[in-house]
């Protein structure tokens, strides 16, 4: 189940400077998407870190792996700052 969050607590994935390490806060995707994307470590609560952009794509790094998500993807991502 979603939780709602504050929108003044919370900004996209993909407005995170690089190198940045943040922490999930909501899906906000297509459930089947949010779903997929719990099943690769990016869930509520988990700590991901953006490390490259280009292209129409960003590289995170998450649970010590690094996940290529477009950017559209990246946006339904809402991260708060650690």
Do not use: K, W, Y
């Amino acid at each position: 189940m979603d939780r709602f969050c504050d929108a003044a607590d919370t900004i996209s994935l993909n407005d995170v400077p690089l190198g940045t390490r943040v922490r999930v806060r909501q899906l906000i995707s297509h459930p089947e998407l949010s779903t997929r994307l719990r099943e690769i470590g990016i869930n509520e609560n988990a700590l991901i870190r953006p490390v490259n952009r280009g292209n129409g794509s960003l590289i995170c790094e998450v649970c010590n792996t690094r996940i290529g998500l477009t950017q559209m993807l990246a946006r339904s991502i809402l991260i708060t700052m650690v």
